[in-house]
């Protein structure tokens, strides 16, 4: 992104932060910030290009004689907080995993808000009316469609006004210059990554953009931006069904599972079916039936949350285990924001929307009602900023060997994106999840041993490896 300058003293901010001078290249003030879980924690901010102030956290290498550098980091998202994460001690990025522990060692872990995200400002700010649980995303009727488009509508120009311009600018492929900001203020003369789910997506663009910057790059639960938007939609829908249909083989033989014994499918299926909804004693109204698949989608992706999962799917006539908090956060205003600048609607007609809909239910006969990308998508049509960097062809030449990861059970983020992204990045590594659940960061103990031995060493798995 540009900065139009308002006098000729700021002609300096049309520089590339990387084009500046050493002297001249701005520095990171850290301040202790110790939380319980993260008591030798340091926070920041950085002014990036624009309006832009990106927050940032760090949790210094505990082995500072064999430090490697700074490891960059993305939970996700779009919207996730790479602060909030290193706050809770960075187990989002499964730094309490005993597999981490040499990554804990060696490297200085950075965890910052993506630019209009958390902490970041300013941060896209939307109202209460961007979840509303009368418009459902499988409009049956052309008035129900119109009623749709106009929420959209409506409730995107609602965050625009309380945002401001800085929305039309929180696009990833802007996102990607403010990683080279911070890498220049770290002193950092090439940058580690460790970018899960969306932190892919991020990471790739950075990529991209910078591939002589790179030292190592862990892009875990791939995205691939190549695709177009109703590819990705049918693909995730197809992954969430097999995770929903993993679940319910799960239950037939594990004691955790509260439904053993019974049809899980079919009763996931009368639960969706409740006429009215579900009640729900934390919300205190009833819960669609939409609402409860985004709930169940929430638990379903990691197996750890299983258990829970199959209680909660018990527990009926009350909801309230199975509420969709994604899209109750606050950050879900970050989220449609950026994934409408990335992916873009998924229809621009009633008639291409009916034709998706009965795609999606074909191949995900149970799950249908939600998936995160029809979930994302959708919600773009009739969005009223228009799209910055939607899918095209990615290619990445001329970097460091990167390493991504695929998980063949992965609902969020199916195996297939990750083999189209490994083949978008020349000198690339695909390394193979066998396992459940979404990344094999947060799954697989296998995998976090090869992610660390790549990031301190900078040498990928052999081709084809396999966690399993």
């Not at 850290?30 to 030798?40: R, V």
């Not at 695709?227 to 693909?235: E, N, S, Y």
Request: net charge neutral.
């Amino acid at each position: 992104m540009k900065t139009k300058a308002l006098a000729a003293v700021t002609a300096l901010a049309l520089l590339p932060l990387s084009a500046l001078p050493a002297s001249a290249a701005p520095r990171i003030d850290w301040k202790p910030c110790a939380t319980e879980y993260a008591p030798t924690l340091e926070c920041a901010s950085l002014r990036v290009s624009g309006p832009f102030t990106i927050a940032l956290a760090k949790l210094p290498a505990t082995d500072p004689a064999r430090r490697v550098g700074s490891l960059l980091t993305n939970p996700g998202g779009p919207g996730g907080s790479g602060v909030t994460v290193l706050k809770y001690g960075g187990r989002g990025f499964a730094l309490d995993k005993p597999e981490m522990a040499e990554a804990r060692q060696r490297f200085d872990v950075i965890g910052f808000d993506p630019r209009g995200v958390g902490a970041s400002t300013p941060a896209v700010t939307c109202g209460p009316t961007l979840h509303d649980p009368s418009i459902g995303r499988f409009p049956r009727n052309r008035t129900e469609y119109d009623r749709f488009i106009e929420h959209n509508r409506a409730s995107g120009q609602d965050c625009l006004d309380r945002t401001g311009p800085a929305l039309s600018k929180v696009d990833t492929w802007n996102a990607a210059d403010d990683i080279e900001s911070i890498r220049v203020a770290l002193g950092e003369p090439k940058v580690n990554w460790l970018g899960v789910s969306y932190g892919s997506e991020l990471g790739a663009a950075y990529a991209e953009k910078y591939p002589k910057r790179i030292r190592t790059m862990v892009l875990d639960g791939a995205i691939n931006h190549s695709l177009p938007t109703r590819q990705a939609i049918l693909d995730e829908a197809i992954a969430t069904e097999g995770a929903l249909k993993d679940f319910a083989q799960w239950c037939t033989t594990s004691d955790e599972c509260a439904l053993r014994g019974k049809d899980v499918l079919a009763t996931y299926d009368a639960l969706m079916a409740t006429p009215g909804g579900v009640p729900s004693s934390e919300l205190g109204r009833n819960v669609t039936a939409e609402e409860l698949a985004t709930g169940v989608y929430g638990w379903i992706i990691l197996p750890a949350f299983w258990p829970d999962l199959s209680k909660a799917t018990a527990e009926k006539p009350d909801a309230s285990g199975l509420l969709p908090y994604s899209q109750l956060d606050p950050s879900y205003g970050a989220y449609r924001a950026i994934g409408c600048h990335d992916f873009g609607p998924a229809f621009t007609s009633y008639a291409e929307a009916r034709v998706m809909q009965g795609l999606i239910k074909t191949v995900a006969p149970h799950s249908w009602r939600y998936s995160e990308f029809w979930d994302l998508a959708s919600g773009c049509a009739g969005w009223p900023v228009t799209p910055a960097y939607p899918p095209r062809p990615q290619k990445v030449r001329g970097a460091a060997p990167i390493l991504v990861v695929g998980g063949e059970h992965d609902p969020a983020t199916p195996l297939v994106w990750a083999k189209g992204l490994a083949r978008n990045i020349e000198n690339s590594t695909l390394l193979v999840n066998a396992g459940y659940g979404h990344t094999g960061l947060l799954n697989s103990a296998c995998v976090r041993t090869e992610e660390v031995k790549y990031l301190v060493s900078g040498v990928t798995p052999a081709p084809d490896k396999i966690c399993h």
